[in-house]
């Protein structure tokens, strides 16, 4: 208020001085002209200072910060993926976080993101729920296309009837990538022991009640999730196939994955109603990392990565992870927890909650 009235003071002035000119009046100036002409000036200088500090501001808060280090407080990493398209949901897998599953289960929440949490403002709709949480990009060679692959290549990739083209695309494709192996490296390098990933659309309805990797740990266990699901061939088309060829060629002796092949054999290892598709919902698992990074488990991932079918054929991680799994552990290391879970949509929400023991079997 007081810069728009010493403005309009000055602007005043100026016209008093403008009349006398175009008269021809000698111009003079009163005690009370001059100090009128010296606040107008001051008020000139307040608006340019307060229109710099004010833009400088807006500036500021849209800068992106410096990414802290991870600063590693539990052998246990809350991993999530934003994508900012759904603040609600955010918020709301945020607090469930909070109040039932850190009392119970502590560890290190890592956001991550592909640049829509860098300003200060967008990285508080995080940080006002859980302050201790490290935000920072997704490591830069997660979100790279593989050598041999280009990104005007995508419409000719295949694309299901669930989600054609542009869905499900190539930032889709690399966080199956992502999930199927690049976040357990992670881990790995910043020295967690434990990853439980969960989704912006997650919802974790009720306490946990236990340390669950404490428990696993205390039970010989390696991989915990809360459900089974099911995917289509035009989802997981030829997976089988090179899964088949990786028994084959390196003599593995499956643990449970024939349970899931008619026949029960690598003969019924196909994408051709051999393989029936129950995989594990694992948009919430809890993994231990050092056995994720055996030799066996990466050889079998390394010829995932190196024949591109997460983004020729639309692999998602939760197949993978599933062949992993029932290749490699017996069912006695692998456990489906009972908390109330969903994902996405309210059929889940209700199967979770009032259904505990519903799917925790392949079918």
């Known amino acids: 208020i007081r810069c728009i009235y010493l403005t309009f003071l000055n602007t005043k002035l100026k016209c008093s001085v403008a009349r006398h000119h175009a008269s021809g009046e000698m111009v003079k100036f009163s005690f009370r002209g001059r100090a009128c ?3 107008a000036v001051l008020g000139a200088i307040n608006v340019v200072v307060f229109i710099a500090r004010h833009g400088t501001q807006q500036q500021r808060s849209a800068e992106p910060l410096r990414q802290a280090p991870v600063q590693r407080t539990s052998r246990l990493a809350y991993v999530l993926l934003g994508s900012g398209r759904d603040e609600v949901q955010l918020e709301r897998i945020l607090w469930q976080i909070r109040h039932n599953l850190l009392p ?32 920072s990009r997704i490591p830069r060679e997660a ?3 593989p050598d041999g692959l280009r990104e005007e290549d995508a419409p000719r990739w295949k694309y299901a009837r669930c989600c054609p083209y542009p869905m499900h695309g190539i ?5 199956c990538r992502w999930y199927s192996n690049g976040v357990f490296k992670y881990a790995a390098a910043h020295g967690y022991d434990w990853v439980l990933r969960l989704d912006e659309d997650s919802q974790v309805l009720t306490p946990v009640q236990q340390d669950m990797a404490a428990w696993m740990e205390a039970h010989g ?3 915990g999730m809360r459900l089974w699901d099911n995917d289509g061939p035009e989802v997981t088309w030829s997976l089988p196939e090179l899964t088949a060829w990786f028994i084959t060629a390196h003599d593995v002796q499956p643990t449970f994955l024939y349970d899931d092949c ?8 196909h994408s051709r109603g ?22 066996p488990v990466q050889a079998y991932l390394g010829l995932v990565e190196r024949s591109q079918g997460y983004y020729l054929y639309r692999w998602g991680d939760a197949p993978v992870h599933t062949m992993v799994v029932s290749m490699f552990l017996r069912r006695d290391q692998v456990h489906t927890f009972g908390f109330g879970y969903a994902h996405k ?8 909650y009032w259904g505990p023991a519903l799917q925790d079997a392949p079918p």
């Open 37 to 39: 002409y010296f606040l």
């Open 274 to 295: 051999g393989w029936r598709g129950s995989i594990i919902f694992n948009n919430m698992f809890l993994a231990n990392v050092s056995w994720w990074l055996s030799d």
């Open 104 to 135: 119970w289960t502590p560890g290190d929440v890592l956001f991550f993101h592909t640049g829509e949490y860098d300003s200060a403002e967008q990285q508080q709709l995080v940080l006002k729920i859980l302050p201790q949480a490290n935000i």
């Open 171 to 175: 930032g889709y494709r690399h966080m």
């Open 262 to 269: 008619r026949p029960r054999s690598v003969v019924g290892l």
């Open 345 to 352: 949509e309210a059929h889940d929400a209700a199967r979770a």
């Open 221 to 223: 266990k390696l991989y």
């Open 143 to 145: 979100w790279t296309l």
